[in-house]
C-alpha cells in the first residue's frame, strides 16, 4: 500500500528541501519577526518547566493553551538553534500531505486521486505560507487534523481520541473546532465516539478556562464583532484556499456547513482583518484542514475534477497568489552576513541584552539563549522592509555569480544599487 503513496511521498520531501533552503535564507538575512525567537525561548525554557519568554513578557502558557510544545522541548535541548524550529515547521506542515493521501485512499478514492488531493495541499498558498511564516503552533494542525479524520473513518475510539487532544493541546480555539466536530459525528456518524470526544473537549475547556480564572490571566485572542470588514477580501481569501483543489470542496453541498466556525473565526475578526494577503497565517490551518479533507470528498463525488487539481494548485501557486519566494519574480534575500554576525553575538551573549523592536530579526536568532530580551515598549524608528526580493542581480551578486557589486539592503532587501565594486 505504501508504494502507493510515492508521488505524494516524492512530493513532500521536494516541499522539505526547497523550505527549509527558503527559510534557513530568511533567517540568515533576519528577516523573521518577532514570534519565531518567543516560541525558541519559550521551547528552549520549557525544558526546565517553564513557558516563559522575553517576547511576550509572561509564561506562553497564559498566552495559549499550548501544552503540546513540551513535546518539542527535548529537540530543542539537544539542538538549542532556531534552525531547528524551522526545521520542525516544514517537516509537520510537508508531513500532513501523507495522512491526507491515506484518508482519501479510506473513502474509496483510487491512488491517483488521493495522491492528487494530497499533492494539491502542499502546493496551497496557505501551506506555503504557514513553512515561510513565523512559528506558530497551529502548523501542526493538519497533520493531527488529517490523522485524526482517518481514525474517525476507521472508528477507531482510541486513535479519535488520542488525535482530538493532541488538537486541544495546540490552542484554546481547537477545543471549540474539536467539539463542533465531535458532536456532527455524534449525530451524523458515530455516535460513541462522538459523545466521547465531545466529553473529552469539555473536560479540557473547563480545565483551561478554569485554570486562567483562578490564575486571574486571559488568553491573548483577536476581536471579533459582528459587522463583517472588507467583504471582497474574505470572498477572494474563500476562493484562493478552494482553487487550488478546482473548487472541488463545493461538491459535498450541505455538509460545507460544517465549515460554520472555521469562517466564523476568519469572516467575523475586526481590527486586524483577515484579507487574501494573510492567508498563509496560521489562524487560516483549521479552515485550510477542513477544506483539504471537503476536497477528498469532493473529487470523489466528481471524478472527473480530479484532472484539474494540480493545474489549478500550480496556477494558483505561480501566478495568482502565493505569500512566499516561489513566485516568478522574487528572490531568496541577500544575507549581509556582516549582520548576521551581530546577531550571533547576541545569541552568544554571557549578559542580559535587551533589543529594540527594529531588530525583530536578531531576535528571532539569538532568542535560544535566555539572556536575551526583545523591549515590549513601541520602537519609533521601526522601518518596515519591502517585502520581497525582485532582484535577481542583487542576488546572484551575493552568492558570487555575476560582477560583484554593493547593494543598499533593507532586511535582505536590495532598495537601491551603488557603484560597482
Not at 521536494?14 to 538575512?29: I, S, T
Not at 514570534?35 to 525554557?45: C, E, P, S, Y
Amino acid at each position: 500500500m505504501f508504494k502507493e503513496f510515492k508521488p505524494v511521498a516524492v512530493a513532500a520531501v521536494a516541499f522539505v528541501v526547497v523550505y527549509v533552503a527558503l527559510d534557513l535564507n530568511k533567517l540568515y538575512a533576519l528577516r523573521y519577526g518577532a514570534d519565531l525567537g518567543t516560541f525558541a525561548q519559550t521551547i528552549v525554557n520549557m525544558a526546565h518547566g517553564s513557558s516563559w519568554n522575553y517576547g511576550e513578557w509572561r509564561p506562553h502558557l497564559e498566552v495559549h493553551d499550548s501544552w503540546l510544545l513540551y513535546a518539542l522541548a527535548p529537540i530543542m535541548a539537544l539542538f538549542p538553534r532556531t534552525e531547528t524550529l524551522v526545521a520542525v515547521q516544514v517537516f509537520a506542515v510537508a508531513a500532513a500531505a501523507i495522512p491526507l493521501a491515506f484518508f482519501g485512499r479510506e473513502i474509496g478514492l483510487s491512488p491517483r486521486a488521493a495522491n492528487v488531493v494530497a499533492i494539491a495541499y502542499l502546493l496551497t498558498p496557505s501551506a506555503q505560507g504557514f513553512s515561510y511564516d513565523n512559528f506558530s503552533e497551529n502548523v501542526f494542525v493538519p497533520l493531527i487534523a488529517f490523522s485524526g479524520a482517518v481514525a474517525v473513518r476507521r472508528r477507531s475510539p482510541l486513535g479519535t481520541l488520542v488525535a482530538a487532544q493532541l488538537l486541544m493541546g495546540l490552542k484554546e480555539d481547537e477545543i471549540f473546532f474539536v467539539a463542533w466536530l465531535a458532536a456532527a459525528c455524534a449525530l451524523f456518524w458515530d455516535r460513541r465516539i462522538g459523545v466521547a470526544a465531545l466529553v473529552l473537549a469539555g473536560a479540557n475547556g473547563g480545565l483551561y478556562y478554569g485554570i486562567e480564572r483562578a490564575l486571574g490571566t486571559q488568553s491573548n485572542a483577536p476581536q471579533y464583532a459582528l459587522g463583517i470588514e472588507d467583504v471582497g477580501g474574505k470572498l477572494t481569501l474563500a476562493a484562493l484556499l478552494l482553487l487550488p483543489f478546482a473548487f472541488s470542496p463545493l461538491a459535498i453541498g450541505r455538509w460545507l456547513l460544517l465549515a460554520l466556525p472555521f469562517l466564523v473565526e476568519i469572516v467575523f475578526a475586526h481590527h486586524n482583518p483577515y484579507e487574501p494577503s494573510r492567508i498563509g497565517t496560521h489562524y487560516t490551518a483549521p479552515l485550510l484542514s477542513f477544506v483539504a479533507i471537503a476536497a477528498a470528498f469532493g473529487v470523489l463525488r466528481w471524478p472527473r475534477i480530479t484532472a484539474y487539481v494540480i493545474p489549478c494548485a500550480l496556477v494558483t501557486m505561480l501566478f495568482i497568489f502565493n505569500d512566499t519566494a516561489l513566485r516568478p519574480g522574487r528572490w531568496p534575500f541577500v544575507v549581509d552576513w556582516n549582520a548576521y554576525a551581530r546577531a550571533t553575538e547576541a545569541r552568544n551573549t554571557k549578559t542580559p541584552l535587551l533589543l529594540r523592536r527594529r531588530d525583530e530579526g536578531i531576535w528571532a536568532v539569538a532568542a535560544v539563549n535566555p539572556l536575551v530580551r526583545l523591549d515590549p515598549r513601541p520602537d519609533p524608528h521601526f522601518v518596515a522592509c519591502p517585502g520581497y526580493n525582485t532582484n535577481a542581480a542583487a542576488f546572484f551578486s551575493s552568492i558570487g555569480i555575476g560582477p560583484r557589486r554593493e547593494w543598499k539592503l533593507c532586511g535582505g532587501v536590495p532598495v537601491s544599487e551603488n557603484a560597482a565594486r
